[in-house]
């Protein structure tokens, strides 16, 4: 095989945190020049995320705190994939959550990594059409703060030409679900 080709060999792993939605980890490797070094890992189970779309071509969004960040983020809904959830789950409890909407139509818009320089998470991203608003929403998290916001797609284009702060997962959801839209 030639060098490049092949993986790099795991020589050491470290598990340094352990947490609620994910873990880190440092592996120490040797690449198939020989050289050898320390990789950090997020281990991540990986998110869900709508595109939801009310029946007059509107996107429902939320302005959602992040401390990370240190302010607020324009986002479409979005969860953690819980153990032995699939995806589509994970995004139907979350929409009726944190925006108070049931969708009766599912169309999957692709999987792709969030940030692979140092994270294994990967965003299942969903169009949720046919919106059906919830007479009686189960209710946010504890740890949630957030508003909901409606906007055309070409709101939501200016906004992320214009500046306004809207998280990446966000942003690629919003142009792989850009050809389903009305416009």
């Known amino acids: 095989m030639p060098q490049g080709k092949e993986p790099p060999q795991l020589l050491r792993q470290r598990f340094v945190y352990q947490g609620r939605k994910f873990n880190f980890e440092v592996n120490h490797l040797r ?13 991540h189970p990986g998110g869900a ?15 959602q705190y992040r401390f990370t960040v240190q302010r607020r983020l324009l986002e479409f809904p979005a969860g953690t994939v819980e153990p032995l959830e699939d ?14 909407y ?29 919106l059906e608003k919830l007479e009686t929403p189960p209710g946010l998290d504890a740890d949630e703060d957030l508003e909901t ?26 142009y792989l679900a850009r050809p389903f839209l009305q416009q």
């Not at 995806?87 to 108070?100: F, L, N």
């Not at 139509?105 to 140092?118: C, D, E, K, N, V």
């Not at 409606?150 to 690629?172: F, N």
Request: glycine content about 8%; some cysteine.
């Open 87 to 100: 995806p589509e789950t994970t995004i139907q409890r979350e929409i009726q959550e944190e925006i108070g």
């Open 49 to 63: 995320l709508a595109v939801p779309v009310t029946r007059d071509g509107k996107l429902v969004l939320v302005r």
């Open 102 to 130: 049931r969708a009766h139509r599912w169309q999957s818009l692709g999987t792709f990594p969030l940030a692979p320089g140092y994270s294994d998470e990967y965003i299942y991203a969903f169009l949720a059409q046919d």
């Open 149 to 174: 916001v409606l906007m055309t797609p070409e709101q939501l284009e200016k906004a992320i030409h214009g500046g306004d702060t809207v998280d990446a997962k966000s942003i690629c959801s919003f």
């Open 31 to 43: 690449l198939p020049n020989q050289a050898k070094g320390d990789w950090e890992c997020v281990r």
